[in-house]
């Protein structure tokens, strides 16, 4: 079993990163982390070059990252909400996706066969509602082709109790990580 996890968020010991080491102890099999405030890959230029051939024509690290998506059984967006939203940063990187959208609707071709589970899991300093980021984070999931999506993992207050001394967490990490364990 393999996992993807990507991670939006900018700090290296913050809440996110404090959620993602309670779920990797509880989830067998490989993990990989993919840190978006760590990457150089570039946002979507709507260049079109996907209307018609397969992949994306900008070269960067995407690519490697594209592999990853195509092989792992699970996958993770796990993040901060900025402004109600997921980070401008994991937004950019993941525009590329639109390279397996426009296969699927405009060309009728599958980019990523293999069919994923996937889950959110957002971290908050408030306690604003997190519907938005959970959609957008939806969507892009499906567009990565995950056909089962795990009831969001969402973690309020941050700002007056760190994530992971949060007492509903972990109940909510194993519930995520039994779902990703299933077949
Ligand atoms: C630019 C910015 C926008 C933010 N917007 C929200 C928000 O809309 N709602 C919220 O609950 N917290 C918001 N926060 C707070 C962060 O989501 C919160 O501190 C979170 O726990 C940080 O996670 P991290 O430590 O994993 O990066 C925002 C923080 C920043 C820096």
Redesign the pocket.
């Known amino acids: 079993m393999k996992t993807l996890i990507i991670n939006g ?3 290296k010991n ?5 959620l993602i080491r309670k779920l990797k102890e509880k989830i067998p099999g490989e993990v990989v982390e993919f840190v978006c405030y760590q990457s150089d890959i570039k946002g979507c230029v709507d260049c079109r070059y996907c209307w018609e051939h397969d992949g994306c024509c900008r070269k960067d690290g995407w690519q490697e990252l594209e592999q990853v998506i195509q092989e792992c059984d699970n996958l993770l967006i796990a ?7 997921l ?1 401008g940063k994991l937004l950019d990187i993941f525009s590329r996706v639109q390279s397996f959208w426009c296969a699927r609707h405009y060309r009728k071709t599958e980019l990523i066969p293999k069919e994923k589970k996937g889950g959110i899991l957002l ?6 509602s ?1 519907d938005r980021a959970v959609a957008t984070g939806s969507w892009l999931l499906k567009d990565m082709n995950c056909t089962r999506i795990a009831p969001p993992v969402c ?2 207050g ?2 007056r109790v760190p ?1 992971e001394q949060n007492p509903e967490m972990d109940g909510e990490i194993s519930r995520l990580a039994e779902f990703f364990s299933q077949p």
């Open positions: 968020s900018p700090r913050g809440d996110t990163v404090q993040s901060p909400v900025y402004f109600f939203e980070p971290v908050g300093g408030g306690n604003g997190m973690c309020h941050t700002d994530a």
